[in-house]
């Protein structure tokens, strides 16, 4: 089940495309996504062709082994990229935050989950899991679904 799907179901909003499409639309105001990377870190997301497999790699372990921070990767380009990832994170997430303090983030997945709790001060709730997945069918997020109606 994808997040419209969940949505549709579990509060009634009727969205007909992908969240993504529905705010780039227009019709779900209330809502924003952001990746925790402006590029995908999942390995099968590249050409089999692409000449960056390095750099692909070290992406995927990043995905792949979200809870451990770049001090403590052993491997010194992986936690460089890292660094990196992080650094655009924080930059875009600042971005956002001066437009408005009042917002509420849900991070998707373990690595955006690390990624928000190395900024400060951040008002979230518990995460939830990585839309990609699908692993939203059957579940109920209580905290989500009071957070949602709460604002519409």
């Known amino acids: 089940m ?3 799907s969940y949505l549709n179901e579990k509060i009634g909003l009727g969205f007909a495309s992908p969240l993504g499409c529905e705010i780039k639309s227009g019709n779900a105001p209330l809502f924003g996504v952001m990746n925790a990377s402006l590029m995908p870190l ?11 497999i390095e750099m692909i790699d070290n992406y995927d372990f990043i995905r792949r ?8 990767r052993r491997n010194r380009d992986v936690a460089l990229i890292e660094r990196e990832l992080i650094s655009s994170f924080k930059k875009r997430f ?7 303090l ?3 983030y849900v991070p998707c997945g373990e690595l955006a989950d690390k990624f928000l709790g190395l900024i400060n001060d951040v008002q ?5 899991p990585h839309p990609s997945f699908n692993q939203w069918k059957g579940k109920d997020f209580v905290r989500l679904n009071e957070l949602i109606r709460s604002v519409i």
């Open 124 to 128: 979230k709730i518990d995460m939830l």
């Open 42 to 52: 999942d390995k099968r997301c590249y050409s089999c062709s692409d000449r960056r």
């Open 65 to 72: 082994n979200p809870k451990t921070l770049p001090v403590r």
């Open 94 to 100: 600042d971005s956002i935050r001066r437009r408005d």
């Open 102 to 104: 009042n917002i509420t």
């Open 2 to 4: 994808d997040v419209s």
